[in-house]
């Protein structure tokens, strides 16, 4: 319609034009009139100046259309005189314009969704090109690698070689949990890989996520449910045993003991108390065993981490000076404080020291660290470390799971119940070691 007017407006103002051309032509050769020419002159004028401004006022608008679609500014509007052509050509621009501008909020719209749901989700995401340019990281990705910025995908070798490797060599679609040891922790990762084209620009996107604390937890869980039927089991058969044979033990010491040949009473009684004997000593291996499927109740009141290791230390002094064993403390600030159940968390604490003494035993230089920092705004970091002879990647690999031991008296619940009441806290336990370099536990609260 607009198309139409616009083609009829041009040929009345062309044949006002030619009409008036005509007229002046015939004046000026038929006539000698004067004024007449002159004015019929200035009629032409005029009319080939509306055509002009008609044109261009046109074009005008249709540039500055055009013009603010390719700068995506949609604030332009347009206006035209009432009930003519250029009054409808400019609102069929407005119209243009306001759907363009409703397109251009629901996309900022989407983006300030993606945008959020990118910063606050907690899968840790990093989207790199073929080149190896990082094009996204966000906070989850930055807070689990430890680093704030990441200029090519090359920079997670400096993280962990380890990881670096698996995000490049990963086909897309391909999944794979991996161990990886960022700033003096080991954690476990699943790492998922995706490629895509966008553009005709080939993109990878690599999904991280630690599973290591769900792990964990799913293993406590799972130990305790198993610890919980053996001691139901286990008691259910030794509770007779002991009583019986309690009550063997006392009737033959009372009165048929003594009608038996004297070797023979020897024998029974002695086979009656070995039998006793280690019956409670099953009772107490089951309910220590017991002690450990149950969740205590935490006590939660504000601990000094640094007073907490002054007094630890002390108590462990003579042990530390029989063994010959040099300790040195790394304390780095002042307020190092945490929320904990303070008998707790000093029983782990002693527990992590004792294991390293008795691993330097009769070693000639033995060492060992302790280290307590920040490690963030909320975080606590604190490190146990001996130089005695450390363990294989089998050892420290199971070195957390309840029964298991490396001592000959070990109970093999030391560590696991570590781990159980660092959990509690909201915490984390690792431990690192290799053969002849020792061994390092890190705790963080």
């Known amino acids: 319609m607009n198309l139409k007017n616009f083609r009829f407006n041009i040929i009345i103002r062309v044949m006002i034009i030619s009409a008036l051309a005509l ?7 038929k006539t000698k009139w004067l004024f007449t020419p002159l004015v019929i002159g200035i009629l032409l004028v005029s009319a080939v100046i509306n055509l002009i401004y008609y044109v261009e006022k046109t074009n005008s608008d249709l540039t500055q259309f055009l013009i603010s679609i390719k700068q ?42 993606l945008r959020t749901l990118n910063e606050n989700i907690g899968i840790s995401i990093i989207s790199y090109s073929d080149e190896g340019q990082v094009e996204l990281m966000n906070p989850s990705a930055k807070n689990l690698l430890k680093k704030p910025y990441l200029k090519n995908i090359r920079d997670v070798e400096a993280v962990d070689p380890n990881l670096y490797h698996a995000i490049t060599t990963l086909h897309s679609g391909e999944r794979r949990v991996i161990n990886a040891f960022i700033k003096d922790e080991i954690i476990q990762l699943s790492l998922h890989i995706k490629d895509f084209i966008l553009q005709n620009k080939s993109f990878r996107i690599v999904l991280l996520q630690n599973i290591h604390i769900e792990l964990e937890q799913k293993e406590v ?26 009550a063997i033990n006392q009737m033959l010491n009372n009165k048929e003991l003594s009608q038996l040949p004297v070797d023979d009473q ?9 039998i006793e004997n280690r019956s409670k000593g099953l009772l107490k291996f089951v309910n220590a065993y017991k002690d450990f499927s149950k969740t205590p109740e935490l006590k939660i009141i504000d601990v000094d981490i640094s007073g907490m290791i002054e007094r630890i230390t002390s108590l462990l002094k003579p042990d530390l000076e029989k063994s010959s064993i040099k300790l040195k403390l790394d304390i780095k600030g002042s307020e190092l404080k945490v929320k904990a159940d303070h008998e707790l968390l000093e029983q782990v604490l002693i527990n992590l020291l004792k294991n390293a003494i008795e691993a330097l035993d009769g070693s000639q230089k033995g060492e060992i660290r302790i280290s307590a920092r920040r490690a963030g705004a909320r975080k606590i970091a604190l490190t146990i470390e001996d130089n005695g002879p450390g363990m294989t990647k089998e050892t420290i690999d199971r070195i957390f799971i309840p029964f298991y031991t490396t001592k000959k008296k070990g109970t093999g619940i030391g560590l696991s119940f570590a781990r159980q009441i660092m959990k509690l806290h909201n915490g984390s336990i690792t431990a690192q070691s290799e053969p002849e370099k020792g061994t390092m536990f890190h705790l963080e609260f």
């Open 266 to 274: 020897k024998d029974i009684i002695t086979s009656i108390q070995t």
């Open 23 to 29: 007229i002046l032509a015939f004046v000026l050769v």
């Open 72 to 113: 995506g500014s949609f604030t332009n509007s347009f206006k035209g005189s009432k009930g003519s052509n250029q009054e409808r050509l400019s609102q069929a621009f407005n119209e243009v314009i306001e759907e363009f501008q409703k397109i251009r909020i629901e996309k900022e719209s989407q983006y300030q969704y």
């Open 221 to 246: 869980e799972a130990w305790q449910k198993l610890i919980s039927v053996l001691t139901h089991e286990i008691m259910n058969s030794v509770t007779p045993i002991v009583s019986l044979s309690t």
